[in-house]
């Protein structure tokens, strides 16, 4: 199970330090193709996403918490 780190460029800059692959998003169009990708991807497990991005596209964001049970969101 993988992490994956959606927000701005310096926060996805620093979990990529710590192994943490992430997309740089400022649009809510960004956000959702990037929550898009992290869905996509089967061994996601977790996605850390900045209280500004999930801002952006705060509908999309609650839709998925309350929606799916995998991945989990986690607002920072």
């Known amino acids: 199970m993988t992490f994956f780190c959606i927000g701005d460029e310096d926060t996805v800059r620093g979990f990529r330090l710590a192994g943490v692959e992430g997309k740089e998003a400022r649009t809510a169009e960004e956000v959702g ?17 900045t209280r500004a991005a999930a801002g952006l596209a705060r509908p999309l964001v609650e ?14």
């Open 33 to 49: 193709a990037a929550l898009a990708g992290a869905l996509a991807r089967p061994d996601c497990g977790v996605v850390l996403i």
């Open 63 to 76: 839709e998925l918490r309350l929606g799916r049970a995998r991945p989990l969101l986690v607002e920072l």
